[in-house]
Structure formats: structure tokens, C-alpha cells
């Protein structure tokens, strides 16, 4: 009798479609979550900047605690808190959410770099045309600000993506929580946890060449 | 010099400052600089770096605050004296003022993502809320103006140093100021260039009725464009007259000099 090979390569290929199918959930939770990280922290750094201490100060407040607490106590706590306040969502949306929060604190550290790096004289000039500060942030300092921290952002994503097994926790049917499940039901663990790995691996050695093409194209921008 | 008094403007100046006192820090700028700027005028500040030359133009253009003194512009207070030192008028009251100021960088500050044609319109479509069109065939017979009616199109990193700062130029002009400040223009460009630069300028000085103020180390210059010169020294005006009388005839002792130094 031959031994059965340590990885079923056969079993493999038959989980396969329904890991394919939790892929799909676990890229749905990183776009939309990327998405609001991207809104949530434009707001924040621009709130940050405000001269008015009233608004600045609680902001920064937030962000910090928001950065200094980990992701899973933050998905636990709109999880199981958000419901006590008469607030209830999938676990899917609660994840998204969750993951555009915490990485919102993120983002919002990149724009303010990149907001930074864009040269007071650019300031002074559109004030001497009399520049209203909206238009300002939407015509001057941005368009110059967001094109340099585009890679980090992307970094950022991919960063997201390999968080996204915590929305496990919160019983999302992502890739490790389906590869669990099957694990369970089939006292076979070796091949999905594999299989959910190599998926990771890909895709993010994938999204490190599209960043590595961003930083190309905007790292040499105007 | 003819004085101005056939202008009716000749009984109120456009800009009058008084007991300017402006502190970086422990370190006096200005050390309670008087000043008097006639419409029309074509003022050159010379003196030493560090005399507050470009500070005071900042100071028009409100990019600087002021601890002491009092600025009327246009008739109407940007600061006042109060016992704690000078208050500044009302926001948008200032922002009113704003824009009848202008003022040319000496690094030029062009915005690098717009294209020419789009810098020299950006304000005046939406501050002054010009329609596109307009603003466009504005901007285009301005920058044949400066001799760059091929350039509407590109960016400025693909221009010369000369080419942007008369780019520059052309785009604080586009907003009609009736005041100009011109913070060193020539400072940050090469050599062969500044001629182009200071052609621009002459023109300008020669063809509009704009108030222009010029910080400038071109002592040939600021002699054959201004109606008068203003020298600084140590953050106070020490001296001002006809370049003709300032330049050979000096009244002061420091401005002696200084002009020793330079020419």
C-alpha cells in the first residue's frame, strides 16, 4: 500500500472554487475599506490642519487613539457594541468599516507628509491671488500633495489585505475563516491553510508590482 | 521731480505705514519703518540683506503679520494701534485689500501640475470669477506680452528660469492689481537671464499706471526704472529720494556707504 502523500493535491483542487469564492469577500471587505480609509483620512488631516483648536485638537486626539489600539479590539467593539446602540450591520460591513477606521489613522499620516512636502512658497502664492482656502487645498496644494504619497498608500493596501483574516474573528467568511470551516469539517487542515497562504502570496507580491509601477510613474511627477 | 500734485491721488497716498514694527523671535525686522507710497509710483528699496526689504513687501502683501504701527492702504486701516501693539482689520476686510495687491517671488512660485495658460487663469476664473473664455484671451495677449505666447501649453519645469519668473510675472498681472510687489525677481535666476527679466519689467513700468515696489540688488536697475529710491537699513527707512540724488548725492552717511559697497 503507498502512504498518502502529505499534501492531497487532489483535495486541494476540489476546495478550491469555494476559497476562490471567499477571495471575492476578502477583496470586497479591502476595496470598500481602502475606499473609506482613503475618504476618512483626506478628512482627517485636513480637519488636523484647521486653525481652530476647538476642531485640530479632539481630531488628533481620535487619530491617535484610533492608531494605538489594535485592529481586533476595534473590530470586537463595533462587533458587539455597535448592536447595543440599536446599530446593526453584516459582519461584513462591520469589518469594512472597522478596517477603514483603523487604517483611516494611517492615511491620514500620509497626507499630512505629503501636504508637508508641498513648498510654502505654493501657499504664498495662491494667497497673494487671492485664492480662497478651498480652492486653495482643491487646485494647488492637493494636486501636488497626493500624487507623491500614491505609493504609500498602495503599500498601505496591501498592508489592509493581509489584515483582513482579523475580520475572521468577527465571523466574515473570508479566506481563513472558510479555510477554517473546511478544515474543521474534513480533519484536513494542511491544504486550505496552504492554499489561503499562496492566495495571499500572489495577490500581494501582485499589488507590490502595481505599487512599484505607481511609485515610477508619480515618484517623478511635474 | 515733478510732485504729483496735478493727481488728485497726490493728497492721499495709496499706502502709508507708520511705526512698523515687525519681530521675528528676539530679532527686529523693522524697527518702526515710515513709509509713503504714492499712486503710481515706481519705488525701488535697495540696502543690505537683512535691512527688511522683503519683509516689508510680506508685510503688504499679508503674509506677515506686524507687532507695532500702524498700514493704511487704499485709504482704509490693515492695521491699527491698539495698547498691545498693532491689530489687524477685520478678515474680510483684509481679503479685500488682498486683491489689490500683487506680488512676483523671487523663486517664482509657479504651480508645477498646471500649465502655463492655467496658472496665468486659475485666480482670475475663480477669484475673480472672469468666464473662461475671457480669461483665456486674457492670459494669452498677456503672455505675448512677456514673449511667451508659445509656452501657453507647457509646464513649467519644461521652462528657463527667466522664462518662468516672466511667467510669473504675467500671472500676478492678470489679476490687475493696482499695487505690485516684486520680492527680488532676479535673484534666483542665472546670470544671461536677468536682462529678460528686467525687459519685462521696463515695459511694465513704462506701459501701466500700476504702483510698483521693487526689493532689488540690480543697483542699475532699480536707478533707470524707479521715480524714487528707498534705502533700509537696520529694519528703518534711512534714506529716499529721486535715484538721481540718492545714487550721486547721498544725504546719509549709510547709504554712502552701502552704495560704496555695491556699485
Redesign the interface.
Known sequence: MTPKPIFDWQFAWHILPQLLSALTVTVEAVVFGMAMALVLGLAWALLRRSPRKLISRPISLVVEVIRSTPLLIQLYFLYFVLPEAGITLSPLATGIIGLGIHYSSYTAEVYRAGIEAV?R??W??A??????PA?TWR??IL??AI?RVVPVLGNYFIAMFKDTPLLAAITVAELLKTAKIIGAAEFRYLEPLTLIGALFLVISLLASQVVGFLERRYGT?? | MEPHSSLPSATRPTVTMRGVVKRYGKLEVLSGLDLDIACGEKLALIGPSGSGKSTLLRIL???EDIDAGTIEAFGKPMWTATPNGAAAAPKPEL?RL??R???V?Q???????MTVMRNLT??PI??LGMPEGEATQRARELLSGVGLADKADA???QLSGGQKQRVAIA??VA?APEVMLFDEVTSALDPEVVGEVLDVLRELARTSGMTMLLVTHEMGFAREFSDRVVFMDGGKVIESGPPEQVFEAPAEDRTREFLSRVL
Not at chain 1, 494667497?127 to 480662497?132: F, I
Request: charged content about 15%; overall charge positive.
Open positions: 513648498p512658497g505654493q504664498e502664492a494667497w497673494a491671488l487671492s485664492l480662497s480652492r487646485a494647488v494636486p501636488q500624487p511627477s511635474f | 502683501m499679508g503674509l481679503a488682498r486683491r495687491f500683487g506680488m517671488f523663486h517664482f512660485n509657479l504651480f508645477p501640475h486659475e485666480a475663480h477669484v509646464r513649467p519645469a500671472r500676478a489679476m
